[in-house]
């Protein structure tokens, strides 16, 4: 059985050595680790064996199963390495950090973020940090967002156990921390720490027990934008979210704002886009956001007198860049397939 062993081991060395291709990689596998190999085999002739020399036996097949697996590991990584340097057209060092640099290629939802934030830089909006756990006050109370309403329910919003305890987050006793739903409880940590006059942005994750389809997905990205001064009204709100669509899609799309219930904003409304290229979505009003003028008890939550007045808004990013780029279904931007991002040939710093 040992020396059956070992041969088995001589032959897959042979065998991973000779691999030059994914397609050829996979057959080798399938040859020794796969549900028909040899080591499965080996497995079944463990029966005609003699109590006594199980154990050794037993033994010399995992090292054997696992210098398999190692062999195969590093054959795949060098595989890997030589598709990169296909692609990229240069040498690839896997061993460097890509920290701080999104090289030639940037995910197309870091890209759309990016644009968003420079765009309305010049509007003199500047990021506003927030965090993905937080308590129930900040993601509903303090936005005017009562137990009743259903996107406090627990098939909506995700909610950690009762007795969870998260270093500096603090909450009351009666509060549960949640995954942010959306980027909006960055208005309440950005007023409570600032007084007017206000104009941020805060793009980030949120989470949502949402079912999976073309265009939802359970954690996504928002960008969520406050600007707080004297006399504000509609009209700046609109302008500002113009100024943002026309610089970042140009004239291609249709947009409309429909009047809508968020309870934290009033007037409320939301924001939709059409465009004629956009594939399964052709020609259909595609939701891209919510907006409206703060509403006065999200200012009294923050200590702000009643007469202030502001406006926020919160984008889906992944909605944009769906329209941006022709994307068509919102998996593919997390299945991080090299032949989809592969077209995101964008240069950044
Ligand atoms: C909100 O989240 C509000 N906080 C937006 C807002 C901010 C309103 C400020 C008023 C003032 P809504 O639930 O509609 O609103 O989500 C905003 C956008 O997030 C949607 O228009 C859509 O573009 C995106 N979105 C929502 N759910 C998903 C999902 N499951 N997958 C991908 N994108 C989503």
């Not at 756990?133 to 303090?142: G, L, Q, V």
């Not at 009743?148 to 509060?175: A, G, L, M, Q």
């Not at 219930?261 to 009033?266: K, L, T």
């Amino acid at each position: 059985m040992v020396e059956r062993i070992n041969e088995i081991l001589e032959k897959a060395k042979t065998a991973v050595g000779e691999v030059s291709s994914r397609a050829n990689f996979e057959g080798v596998k399938a040859k020794f680790l796969g549900q028909n190999g040899a080591l499965r085999e080996l497995m079944k002739s463990m029966t005609t064996v003699a109590a006594e020399d199980k154990p050794a036996v037993g033994q010399a097949i995992n090292v054997c199963k696992v210098e398999i697996e190692g062999m195969l590991t590093a054959k795949l990584l060098e595989i890997e390495i030589r598709e990169a340097e296909a692609l990229l057209g240069k040498k690839v060092d896997p061993t460097l950090s890509n920290h701080g640099s999104c090289g030639i290629f940037c995910h197309p939802l870091t890209k759309i973020r990016t644009q968003i934030t420079e765009i309305l830089s010049k509007l003199g909006f500047t990021v506003a940090d927030g965090t993905e756990i937080e308590t129930e006050w900040f993601c509903f109370d303090a936005l005017n967002t009562p137990q009743s309403h259903p996107s406090r329910n627990e098939s909506d919003t995700f909610y950690f156990p009762d007795d969870t305890i998260i270093e500096n987050v603090s909450k009351n006793s009666s509060e549960r921390y949640v995954l942010r739903a959306h980027t909006s409880t960055v208005q309440i940590r950005t007023m409570l720490k600032n007084r007017p006059p206000i104009r941020v942005l805060s793009p980030g994750t949120v989470f949502r027990r949402d079912a999976i389809d073309a265009t939802h997905f359970p954690s996504f990205h928002q960008c969520e934008g406050l600007a707080v001064e004297d006399g504000m009204s509609v009209c700046d709100l609109k302008s500002t979210l113009n100024f943002l669509f026309t610089e970042l899609i140009g004239e291609g799309c249709e947009t409309r704002m429909r009047p809508s219930f968020f309870p934290f904003v009033s007037p409320g409304f939301e924001v939709d886009f059409k465009s004629k290229n956009l594939g399964k979505l052709s020609n259909k009003w595609i939701e891209i956001g919510g907006c409206g003028m703060v509403a006065p008890s999200v200012f009294r939550n923050c200590g702000y007198e009643d007469n202030a007045s502001g406006f926020a808004f919160g984008v889906g990013i992944e909605r944009l860049a769906m329209l941006f780029y022709g994307v068509d279904d919102i998996r593919l931007f997390f299945q991080n397939d090299a032949r989809f991002l592969k077209q995101f040939k964008v240069s950044m710093i």
